[in-house]
């Protein structure tokens, strides 16, 4: 029997429908009612949970993880939940109809065990022509032999046929096409700088280094001191472009242009963080936030960070004009993108349904930009609801500029983003934020980015800026890509309940490629200099034991290779310490097992294959998105020839360079190939002038072949 939910108000309805095969029930809470008002009603299981993992607003911009052991301890405004019964998932989302402005959250109940509290804000008025509404508000799914990133993702496509239904165009990730652009690395000038930022940072950091794209960060559009935040973030926005001493926008676009690299700026929502200034010739409106019950019960201080006097729009035509003339005059300076912030300030300034009118507006604006838009505090309910965003931050900011970036930073970030994941992976593209390359956590956060499946972006100075860092997130054909995955990083089914940052155990996070999966442990907890230990076994990539091969992957060498048993891949780990992962299908060559594991030198060895590697009666067929030294796991001994020559694959890990992007090893006799590498060796000798080590008629007698064999007889007879 699935899990049962009751109520005793009069106002909800929950409706089940029992499904068939994996999911067990889906169950559909229902609210009959007006508003404007925010109300909680309590909802009742009849049974307990094992454990749960909500994401909650833990400030108003961001969502964090939180484990519990009943739902009764959820915290308030929670957007997410995911529970164990112990025999099945259960998943919870909260849902926003931007019609009728009614937007929910969870929260625990006073009466202990598993009750808990389904919230409602409610806008609408009876003026608004509406005399009652009747919305769903929360969609309950229950599932059996499903993993957690595979409910995750069912549950967001119930929930986008549910919005769907009510007129809502909510679009999810597997619609929305990331811009090429952010496949390549970028920088920002936000940790490195802050407001401080001038157009000589810039062109510094292209002139050096040259990447494809530039973020202008905060600092650009108005004159501010992050000395005087309260003033800073209640400034409203005066000008389209930048403020005075600045310089001229369209000469920095032409400058970064002549080195190879894209300017994209930054802005809010709003306009700037304090709105759009009187007298730009719009109509705005002075107003205060009118914050949730739950944020200002669970994080007051961050409330009163923002909470102020702020200017918005005030009609529809003013909006769609002002993002209409911005985006106009942005591209016509050689913008090539935005970075959006801020957008969580209009759901607490002009509603949730305002809030997403808005940022439909700002994405069709963005158009004539190409929608190069990286959507930054975009994580509530209206806006992952709303399907405006395409690319979203999914943490809070773990660097500030001018402040060190500590050890539990690093690791609260990581378990962060990994979470919040399983909930917006489905909705959105995610973004891990920059990175810092000549600090003492880089590496720890470039393989976090490596298997994050994220853009990879950095922000230092361009005099302290190691591409060395980076280099091994990127193809090594010069173009800047970075190697990709197919997903987002999720931590596997078993840890999704697991804080890592307080328990001793290492946190695995998954994420699959073209060519396989790509996994990574980190030690998040400090454990006063305490080795951790764990095992990754197969199931937790979703692969039978014995049918792929793992590669621990190193950059300065060759790492070890092996077929992944039942018994898993044991790793120890320090505190801050990491182990990537690469996993591949083992294939059956000329009676030989293999796995063809992609290029060396990089983090995401698998993600470099353009097509999952195949073996046939034709070969062993390698399709690359980058010339480069091949890695491939042996079983036995394998002889194979290349256009560039015969390969000997031994036991264990091989590489083979390649200079074709789709190249097919052929079987070759062992003995041919062995006498084909030696005759190879001996000619070199000769164009040397050195002795060979060995004569001709030795090879020959050694490898049991005459000189009147095909492949070679020109060659000997030369």
């Not at 393989?447 to 100075?461: F, I, K, L, M, T």
């Not at 950059?555 to 990491?578: I, K, N, S, Y």
Request: net charge negative; proline share 6%; aromatic share 8%.
């Amino acid at each position: 029997m699935a899990v049962r939910f009751a109520s005793r108000s009069a106002a909800l309805k929950v409706e089940v429908q029992e499904e068939a095969e994996a999911v067990k029930a889906k169950s559909i809470v229902r609210w009959q009612g007006s508003g404007p008002k925010e109300e909680a009603f309590e909802l009742y299981p009849d049974r307990g949970f094992d454990k749960a993992l909500a994401l909650y607003r833990h400030k108003p911009p961001w969502t964090a993880p939180a484990p519990v052991m009943q739902l009764s301890e959820l915290p308030g405004e929670t957007l997410f939940v995911l529970a164990d019964t112990g025999t099945s998932l259960v998943v919870f989302c909260p849902l926003a109809n931007l019609a009728y402005g009614v937007v929910a959250s969870l929260r625990g109940s006073r009466r202990g065990l598993d009750d808990f509290e389904l919230v409602l804000h409610i806008e609408s008025r009876s003026n608004d022509g509406v005399d009652e509404i009747d919305t769903p508000v929360l969609l309950i799914m229950e599932c059996v032999n499903l993993g957690a990133a595979a409910m995750a993702k069912l549950a967001a496509e119930k929930v986008a046929q549910t919005l769907r239904a009510l007129g809502q165009p909510l679009l999810l990730r597997s619609e929305k096409l990331l811009p090429e652009l952010f496949g390549r690395w970028g920088w920002c000038s936000w940790d490195a700088h802050g407001v401080g930022v001038k157009a000589e940072h810039l062109k510094a950091m292209a002139v050096k280094h040259s990447p494809p794209w530039l973020i202008l960060d905060d600092g650009w559009q108005e004159d501010v001191s992050p000395e005087e935040w309260r003033r800073w973030l209640h400034t409203p926005q005066t000008r389209h472009l930048a403020r005075p001493g600045f310089g001229s926008l369209q000469d920095l676009a032409e400058a970064l242009r002549r080195e190879g690299s894209a300017l994209l700026v930054w802005h809010t929502l709003l306009g700037y963080w304090g709105g759009v200034a009187e007298g730009r010739g719009f109509s705005v409106t002075r107003r205060r936030p009118l914050w949730p019950g739950g944020l200002q019960a669970g994080c007051p201080g961050e409330v009163d960070v923002w909470d102020g006097d702020f200017y918005t729009l005030e009609t529809e035509e003013d909006a769609e004009r002002f993002y209409i003339d911005f985006y106009a005059a942005l591209a016509d300076a050689g913008v090539t993108g935005v970075k959006c912030d801020g957008q969580f300030l209009a759901e607490v300034l002009v509603g949730a349904r305002r809030a997403a009118e808005l940022a439909h507006m700002q994405a069709e604006a963005a158009k004539c930009i190409g929608g190069r838009v990286i959507s930054c505090m975009a994580m509530t309910l209206p806006c992952v609801h709303g399907g405006s965003a395409v690319l979203t931050r999914v943490s809070d900011d773990h660097a500030y500029p001018g402040v060190p970036e500590d050890a539990r930073s690093v690791a609260r970030h990581i378990w962060h983003c990994a979470s919040n994941s399983l909930w917006l992976a489905p909705f959105v593209h995610c973004d891990w934020d920059m990175l810092k390359t000549g600090e003492w956590h880089a590496t720890v956060h470039a393989a976090a980015r490596a298997v994050a499946g994220c853009p990879v972006y950095a922000s230092d100075p361009a005099e302290n800026f190691v591409p060395e860092v980076l280099a091994p997130l990127l193809l090594p054909d010069g173009t800047g890509r970075v190697v990709p995955c197919k997903a987002s990083a999720v931590p596997i089914d078993r840890q999704c309940f697991l804080d890592p940052v307080s328990s001793a155990e290492l946190f695995w996070l998954r994420n699959e490629t073209t060519g396989g999966h790509i996994a990574a442990a980190f030690g998040l907890c400090d454990t006063g200099g305490s080795m951790m230990r764990s095992t990754l076994f197969p199931s937790d990539v979703g692969e039978e034991p014995e049918s792929c091969a793992c590669l621990q992957v190193e950059l300065c060498g060759p790492g070890h290779a092996a077929e992944l048993t039942a018994r898993g891949w044991d790793v120890q780990l320090h505190f801050m310490g990491f182990m990537v992962l690469a996993i591949a299908p083992i294939l059956s060559l000329g009676g030989q097992r293999v796995a063809v594991f992609g290029l060396a030198r990089v983090w995401n060895p698998t993600g470099t294959l353009a097509a999952p590697a195949s073996a046939s009666g034709e070969g062993l067929r390698v399709t690359l998105l980058s010339p480069g030294s091949v890695q491939i796991w042996s079983e036995g001994t394998l002889a194979l020839t290349s256009p560039a020559g015969p390969v000997i694959l031994k036991p264990g890990l091989n590489c083979v360079d390649v200079a074709d992007l789709d190249v097919i090893l052929t079987g070759l006799a062992v003995a041919t190939a062995l006498f084909y590498s030696a005759l190879t060796l001996y000619l070199a000798d000769l164009r040397r002038n050195v002795r060979p080590a060995v004569s001709l008629a030795f090879l020959a007698k050694r490898t049991v072949l005459s000189a009147t064999m095909s492949p070679f007889s020109g060659l000997l007879r030369a």
